[in-house]
């Protein structure tokens, strides 16, 4: 059965390659089937960062429109949709920070009830959470707006690095191995990166909203 898996894994990665090398060489239909393949995990990611369906659908295409253009200079050291994850949140961030300079964060997300005092350990939880929770009162819904509205604030606020890990580790629960893949570094340097990350968020939390409460 091992052996049987191992396999499995092997040739999905051998058509990858293969759907990769077509589409380099000008195969459309080779690098719209790379899209189908990884067109959900993506426009997921989107949603994460803008939580506006319309934005993500944006953002997912100019995502994908850059690595049709920059496909030449991949290279396979990577999965193409690690790959395509960099190019979404690079794309992601900017247009986090170029919301914050025009004051048009978008905030449509439903959620649940949060305790903002929680953000310490995982900043953007309420983001995670939030498709599972019990529906809201209005007023409730109302409060949870602005707090995922003050959380994009900060993150926009953020260095790039730690706006990234907080979204791929707290929103997209990606394990340090996925992390260190993605971001190209370490497990170990993941894990001093997170934590780095999250106090970042703290004091700019605090510089922006007032205190935040510990755990």
């Not at 994850?85 to 920070?97: E, S, T």
């Not at 929770?133 to 959380?151: C, H, K, S, V, Y």
């Not at 929103?171 to 971001?183: I, K, M, P, Q, T």
Request: aromatic letters at 6%; a neutral charge; charged letters at 30%.
């Amino acid at each position: 059965m091992k052996e049987e898996i191992k396999a499995s894994f092997q040739q999905e990665s051998s058509e990858e390659d293969e759907l990769i090398l077509k589409a380099q060489a000008g195969d459309r239909r080779a690098f719209e089937e790379l899209v189908l393949q990884n067109q959900q995990k993506i426009l997921s990611l989107c949603y994460r960062l803008l939580g506006d369906t319309q934005a993500a659908q944006e953002l997912a295409a100019d995502a994908f429109a850059e690595s049709f253009r920059s496909l030449k200079k991949f290279r396979r050291k990577a999965q193409f949709g690690t790959w395509l994850y960099r190019i979404a949140l690079n794309l992601g961030y900017n247009r986090l920070r170029r919301a914050k300079r025009e004051r048009k964060l978008f905030v449509s997300r439903d959620a649940s009830e949060t305790d903002v005092g929680a953000i310490h350990e995982s900043p953007l939880q309420i983001e995670a959470e939030a498709a599972s929770g019990p529906q809201p009162n209005p007023l409730e819904t109302l409060e949870q707006d602005e707090l995922r509205r003050q959380i994009r604030s900060v993150l926009a606020q953020l260095s790039k690095d730690h706006a990234q890990i907080l979204i791929l580790h707290d929103v997209e629960d990606l394990s340090y191995a996925e992390l260190a893949e993605v971001l190209n570094c370490s497990p170990g340097t993941v894990m001093s990166r997170l934590s780095r990350a999250r106090e970042a968020f703290r004091k700019k939390w605090n510089q922006m909203y007032g205190g935040m409460t510990h755990n």
